[in-house]
C-alpha cells in the first residue's frame, strides 16, 4: 500500500506534472532507442494535454517528503473513457502509487457512468503491462500495428504471439 495521498491536479503541480511527462518520454524514448522521440522539448507536449477538450480530470500522487511522484488523465469519449497518461517517476516506483491513480481513475469513470476504460500503453513497456494487468485491465480490446519503415525496431526485442502469429515488439 502506498503512503501517497491521491489529489485532483492543481496549477501549483505544473512543474512537477510537466516533469513527469519529460520522464514518461524520456522512458519511451530509450524503449525505442529513438532520441528524436517528443521533439527537441519534450515538456511542451503537457501544455497541450492540459488543453485538451476531451480532458476529463488529471489526478496526482503526492508522497510526503517527495511531492508530486505520480500523475494519471482521463479523456472522456463516445466509446468510454481512457486513461492518458499513467506516470510514475522512477524513483517511486513499486510502491503501489501507480496501482492507486489507476484505482482513482477507475472510480471517476464508473461514477461517470462509463462502461469501459481504457489504456494503451507500449508493448515494449513489461513494467507497465504488468502494473495494468495488477490493476485489472486484462481485457485485450485493440491491437495498433505498425510498419518499420526504418527498420528501426530491434529484433532482439522479445516478441508476442497471438493467434498463431508471430509479432515483434
Given at each position: 500500500m502506498t503512503d501517497a495521498v491521491i489529489r485532483p491536479y492543481r496549477p501549483a503541480d505544473h512543474g512537477?506534472?510537466?516533469?513527469l511527462w519529460v520522464e514518461l518520454i524520456e522512458q519511451h524514448r530509450t524503449l525505442y532507442d529513438d532520441p528524436g522521440y517528443g521533439g527537441a522539448d519534450p515538456g511542451s507536449a503537457f501544455e497541450e494535454y492540459l488543453t485538451r477538450l476531451d480532458l476529463a480530470g488529471v489526478w496526482v500522487a503526492e508522497a510526503p517528503g517527495?511531492?508530486?511522484?505520480?500523475?494519471?488523465?482521463?479523456?472522456?469519449?463516445?466509446?468510454?473513457?481512457?486513461v492518458e497518461p499513467v506516470v510514475v517517476a522512477a524513483r517511486a516506483r513499486g510502491r503501489g502509487i501507480g496501482r492507486a491513480?489507476?484505482?482513482?481513475v477507475a472510480e471517476?469513470?464508473?461514477?461517470?457512468?462509463?462502461?469501459?476504460?481504457?489504456?494503451?500503453?507500449?508493448?515494449?513497456?513489461?513494467?507497465a503491462l504488468r502494473c495494468l494487468h495488477s490493476a485489472g485491465y486484462d481485457v485485450l480490446s485493440a491491437i495498433e500495428l505498425t510498419l518499420d519503415l526504418r527498420n528501426a525496431f530491434?529484433?532482439?526485442?522479445?516478441?508476442?504471439?497471438?493467434?498463431g502469429l508471430r509479432y515483434r515488439s
Open positions: 512537477a506534472g510537466r516533469q517527495a511531492g508530486v511522484v505520480g500523475l494519471v488523465g482521463l479523456i472522456v469519449s463516445e466509446a468510454g473513457g481512457r491513480l489507476l484505482a482513482q471517476v469513470a464508473r461514477n461517470r457512468g462509463l462502461a469501459r476504460l481504457t489504456v494503451t500503453p507500449e508493448s515494449r513497456n513489461v513494467e530491434d529484433a532482439r526485442q522479445e516478441g508476442i504471439d497471438l493467434h
